[in-house]
């Protein structure tokens, strides 16, 4: 079994001091760590999300993976150079949006979306519209990510896409919402980007809206 | 010997613990109990009649209780309690709750496993969507219903033509409008004083809730709000308002509790074992009168799933063999209103559950997440489905072979099942009586229930 077939083993399995030991093993043999993480961690993780998917790995198990995995990017952080932020998948702003207290959800599609890459900062629950917007724009972000478990606080929703047009910065985001009562036609007339019906979905939808982003197509 | 406000107390001066670790803790916890108490989920074995085990699911979940405490959000700390607090507690625990008034009075007490004394059945469309001009017809064909002991509310999309957002005066408005629809439906019904057991379920904010609780909106003496835990196993100061208000105005109260199977507390064992200690949660933080459980299935949002059948039933059993609580589950379907799917869905759980000793809050259809897609025909299947358990009395061992078959119907379809028809299709809207179509597609699902072995012409 090559290195990164370990790897790959190793992070499903949740091991934490093997994926660490392993990252040591990249650096020491001056292996291309980016080279590792894809073909290694981020495969791992990517399988940890499907049996996560089909519930042969709870939440447990899935944040027991990704703590395995987030120890070894901690060895490898260092040797990543100084292009490590244009190698990122995107940077996300995520939330609960205002009124909900609800997290769960949220927080699978936290790990899952650092898991794939991308940089997630996490503002938590009952976020108000501005609060989103005033992040997004403070760390360039390129998705704002809304998630409501009420029909309450879904209607806060479409305020995202209206404070972003009123604030002539709309184009500068993508817009995604996810959670219980959202459904994708009402994604759409919230004027969303992209709905993830569950956290593996928005994580493909999220890769596939950067894509179209860096084409430079209309969000 | 606790009272509400040593628990408000202990919120302020328990340890403090950031809310990321409680979550790990659950699932870390809740697994070693697994495996301390020997609990195992058996796929081919839905309904268990094994009473060692139930006893050992309820033993793991008050010593999760315990062992965690409850996580106050507002304040970051554990409130934790003794074992002899919990036993106090338990002993004191209301036997009867009262709905209604008059000839709509019921009486919910508590049941025991394989009981012959039906379910209480707690009729709602559980919030579900709908236009605003159709808030009323959907209401008003739960309450309508013969086996309705209680009905609640669906969600009008709109008040006034205004959307609601939380935490807004439209909330407040919304609230209000509620309470005084519900009791309009209850009377078009003809039901004028049939209990409303959450008088408001469309506001997040308890400004909202406490404002249209009132008397002169149409609240009776008797109707009731639920309070609910956030998952897994936390509180927090908004829902505790709404005790304090509960306290001194006599309205029923309930614990809410949706644990997430799949979520922090892991599978099905695991988290039956939270599931268990959430009744402790609503009991000694809520003071509750009845505990109402709808477990879900984490990635298909419903509990007709085999793990979750054997979910609600090893906790109903738990918690009926070891105290004398009101216990209550309400069934989440894949299935939409008007298909055979989501007849055999609501049969699945409710044998489940009756036979287990739980009354029933009938029923989220469609994963409650589809507009206009609910209708008192629902909880019409369900009750009857309880009612024909009960007085037919159908054992956990029988109940198991009738609900296998009953999952070879549809288990395969829940991640694409059919999305149903919606209210305007399943009902006339101007008699609001079901369609001759919804009557003849139940009829023929009964046959084939019928051939499973529950016996729906004793009804």
């Known amino acids: ?219 | 010997m606790i009272s509400f406000w040593d628990v408000f107390k202990r919120s302020e001066k328990g340890t403090f613990i950031k809310e990321e670790k409680y979550d790990r803790m659950v699932g870390q916890v809740a697994l070693e109990l697994v495996q301390k108490y020997g609990i195992k989920y058996d796929s081919e074995c839905v309904i268990p009649e094994d009473d060692d085990l139930a006893d050992r699911v309820y033993q793991a979940g008050l010593e999760l209780f315990l062992e965690l405490g409850i996580y106050c959000r507002d304040t970051g700390r554990l409130i934790k309690f003794s074992r002899e607090e919990v036993e106090w507690a338990l002993k004191q625990a209301p036997t009867s709750v009262t709905y209604g008034q008059g000839p709509d009075e019921r009486v919910m007490t508590y049941r025991t496993i394989e009981d012959s004394k039906p379910p209480f059945c707690l009729n709602t469309p559980v919030g579900c969507t709908v236009a605003e001009e159709r808030f009323v017809p959907m209401v008003q064909s739960y309450a309508q219903e013969p086996l309705s002991d209680t009905f609640s509310s669906a969600f009008s999309q709109t008040v006034q033509g205004r959307p609601i957002k939380s935490g807004t005066p439209q909330e407040v408005e919304a609230a209000i409008w509620n309470v005084i629809k519900l009791r309009e439906a209850a009377r078009a019904a003809g039901r004028p004083h049939i209990g409303i057991h959450n008088l408001v379920s469309n506001a997040e904010r308890t400004d909202a809730t406490l404002a249209a609780v009132q008397a002169e909106f149409g609240a009776q003496p008797n109707d009731g709000l639920a309070v609910a835990a956030n998952s897994e196993m936390k509180i927090d100061y908004e829902r505790m308002k709404k005790v304090v208000f509960l306290r001194h105005t006599g309205y029923n109260k309930y614990g809410l509790y949706g644990p997430i199977m799949g979520g922090y507390a892991g599978g099905p064992e695991a988290t039956a074992i939270v599931h268990v200690a959430h009744h402790f949660l609503g009991l000694l933080a809520f003071e509750v009168q009845w505990h109402d459980g709808f477990p879900l299935h984490l990635m298909q949002g419903c509990n007709s799933t085999r793990n979750l059948l054997w979910l609600i039933s090893i906790t109903g059993q738990a918690l009926a063999r070891n105290t004398h609580l009101l216990i209550g589950v309400g069934p989440f379907t894949a299935a939409g209103p008007c298909t055979e799917m989501v007849v055999h869905e609501i049969a699945a759980i409710v044998l489940a559950a009756t036979v287990s000793g739980l009354h029933l809050n009938l029923v989220a259809v469609a994963r409650n997440k589809l507009p206009e897609r609910s209708t008192g025909m629902e909880a019409r299947i369900g009750a009857e489905t309880g009612h024909l358990v009960a007085r037919q009395g159908v054992t956990r061992k029988q109940a198991d072979g009738i609900v296998k078959q009953i999952l070879a119907e549809y288990e395969s379809q829940i991640p694409s099942a059919p999305e149903g028809k919606r209210l305007d299709e399943c009902y006339n809207l101007e008699t609001v009586q079901p369609t001759q179509e919804y009557l003849d597609l139940y009829e023929r699902c009964k046959e084939k229930l019928d051939k499973f072995g529950l016996d729906y012409s004793i009804l």
């Open chain 1, 1 to 219: 079994m090559d290195l990164f077939e370990q790897i790959v083993e190793a992070t499903v399995a949740g091991d934490q001091d093997r994926c660490v030991s392993l990252a040591q093993e990249v650096v020491s043999q001056g292996i291309d760590a980016f080279k590792a993480i894809e073909e290694g961690y981020s495969k791992g993780m990517s399988i940890v999300g499907e049996k996560f998917a089909q519930m042969e790995y709870f939440l447990p198990q899935l944040l027991t993976c990704a703590d395995a995995m987030k120890a070894a990017l901690e060895v490898l952080k260092s040797h990543l150079g100084e292009d490590l932020e244009g190698r990122t998948q995107g940077i996300v702003v995520l939330g609960t949006i205002q009124g909900d207290i609800h997290d769960l959800g949220k927080n699978i599609v936290k790990t899952m979306m650092q898991a794939s890459g991308f940089v997630v900062h996490d503002l938590g629950c009952d976020v108000p519209v501005r609060q989103f917007i005033d992040k997004a724009e403070e760390v360039s972000a390129d998705i704002i990510a809304a998630s409501a478990i009420l029909t309450t606080t879904m209607a806060h929703m479409p305020d995202l896409a209206g404070l972003l047009n009123e604030m002539d910065i709309r184009d500068n985001y993508i817009i995604m919402v996810g959670g219980a009562p959202v459904t994708p036609d009402y994604a759409k007339r919230a004027g969303a980007d992209g709905y993830g019906e569950n956290a593996s979905e928005a994580v493909e939808v999220a890769k596939r809206l950067m894509i179209e982003k860096s084409k430079g197509g209309s969000q």
